[in-house]
């Protein structure tokens, strides 16, 4: 086998070597660019991450600034309308002792069922005098209602009867009379006769109503007034006198009484008599 030149294999050597730092330098070339490119992402994360750091900070103050001005306004909003807020509450308490009172200032004594026809389909007739007594102000007062007289019932607007479940009449006839006579002539029970004495009340259909007050020797002549709210409690004990709603509906008698003092109003206010006036020409 010949032997290689000395030249030829220093040649070769000096190639390889040429060849292997090319590709080190290759090498270092890729690893420097992949090094660069992690180094910017890297930098660009951090950028983002404090950019959202900035951004939660800055959405963080101004909710709290969001907060203070909604104190502010609420604090504002309070002190703007103080009188308005205790008017309510003060509101909320006459309510409060109302609830409390209206079942303490009346109780029935003595009570029945008035014998009544149908005078029309709107309207029926009283057909015997009736009484009721009654504990008003720790004092009996006695109310006489006499034949003849005209009612329709209590004074609620029709649409509450259905949402009561109660008819106008039947079993209301005898909370109903003396409310309903109470209202036609707004409280006051007595009429100026020919000589200028008081005397008992005319109420539709050629009835009379009366109401007096039991003293140490009789019955008062003088007839005293009922206050709208005095007949609107008289109308929820006699409700419970009558035991309107029991076996059906225990609060019946709050509610009729609720809906009296919700709606009552225009009734109490109105000419009951021009009303009735105008029912009685309704064709049986």
Not at 151 to 180: K, N, Q, Y
Not at 218 to 229: L, N
Request: glycine share 6%; hydrophobic share 45%.
């Amino acid at each position: 086998m010949d032997a290689i030149p000395t030249e030829e294999r220093l040649l070769d050597v000096e190639k390889r070597l040429a060849l292997h730092k090319g590709m080190w330098i290759v090498v270092c070339a890729v690893l420097m660019v992949s090094i660069g490119a992690l180094f910017t992402i890297v930098s660009t994360n951090n950028s983002h991450n404090q950019q959202a750091i900035s951004e939660i900070k800055t959405n963080t103050e101004k909710s709290a600034d969001a907060n203070i001005d909604v104190k502010l306004s609420l604090t504002a909003y309070m002190a703007a309308n103080t009188e308005k807020i205790n008017q309510l509450a003060d509101r909320v308490d006459d309510i409060e002792d109302e609830l409390h009172e209206w079942r303490l200032m009346i109780d029935i004594i003595h009570a029945q069922q008035p014998l009544t026809s149908a005078f029309n389909t709107k309207l029926s007739q009283l057909e015997a005098d009736w009484y009721l007594e009654f504990l008003r102000d720790d004092r009996v007062h006695r109310m006489i209602i006499t034949k003849g007289f005209l009612f329709d019932g209590a004074s609620i607007p029709r649409f509450c009867w259905t949402v009561l479940g109660l008819a106008p009449h039947g079993v209301m006839d005898g909370p109903a009379l003396p409310h309903d006579a109470g209202y036609e002539l707004r409280g006051v029970f007595t009429d100026a006769g020919a000589d200028c004495r008081p005397g008992p009340a005319a109420l539709t259909g050629g009835a009379t109503a009366t109401l007096q007050v039991e003293l140490s020797d009789g019955w008062s002549s003088g007839t005293p007034a009922m206050t709208k709210k005095e007949l609107d409690e008289l109308l929820f004990k006699l409700c419970e006198w009558f035991k309107v709603g029991v076996g059906v509906h225990f609060a019946r008698p709050r509610l009729v009484w609720a809906a009296v003092r919700a709606f009552g109003l225009p009734a109490w206010r109105s000419d009951d008599r021009v009303r009735k006036a105008g029912l009685r020409s309704i064709a049986a």
